[in-house]
């Protein structure tokens, strides 16, 4: 259709034209009162449910926040027992044979202190003597094959 076909109304009719199809519908006060309470009922709801949620979110931060804490603490040590092969001829449960354990084991023969053990009993002749120390010295300085080129 063309802009132009459209006839230029005067002021008078166009107010009568909307005066004719203008429908003035009166709302009962009682109707507007459920309207509005209604309406301010469901806001109401509707910031509640906000609240609450916002409420939750913040537990649910303060549990894993507090859960990162407690979880990133280091844990506290732990005993550990460690099993120490002992050898014979170690007379002082250093784990190693040196010469240190022949001179001590020289000592407590020299005191008469020594008792019986089969760390002590290099050559397994039953009697811990003047041979074990012996023995223990030459394990002490003995070179390995590895070792020696």
Do not use: C
Not at 1 to 27: F, G, H, Q, T, W
Not at 43 to 71: C, E, K, N, P, Y
């Amino acid at each position: 259709m063309d802009p132009n076909d459209d006839p230029i109304l005067s002021k008078r009719l166009k107010d009568d034209l909307s005066a004719l199809y203008r429908a003035e519908v009166r709302i009962p006060s009682e109707i507007d009162r459920l309207v509005t309470s209604g309406a301010r009922a469901h806001f109401a709801r509707r910031g509640r449910w906000i609240r609450w949620s916002g409420a939750g979110a913040a537990a649910a931060a303060v549990l894993v926040l507090s859960v990162q804490l407690f979880r990133s603490r280091p844990a506290p040590p732990t005993r550990v027992a460690v099993a120490v092969i002992r050898h014979a001829g170690d007379t002082d449960g250093n784990a190693t044979v040196d010469i240190r354990d022949a001179l001590a084991l020289a000592r407590k023969l020299e005191a008469g202190s020594v008792k019986w053990t089969r760390w002590k009993d290099v050559n397994r002749d039953k009697v811990v003597d003047r041979k074990d120390v012996d023995a223990i010295a030459m394990m002490a300085v003995t070179l390995h094959k590895e070792v020696v080129r």
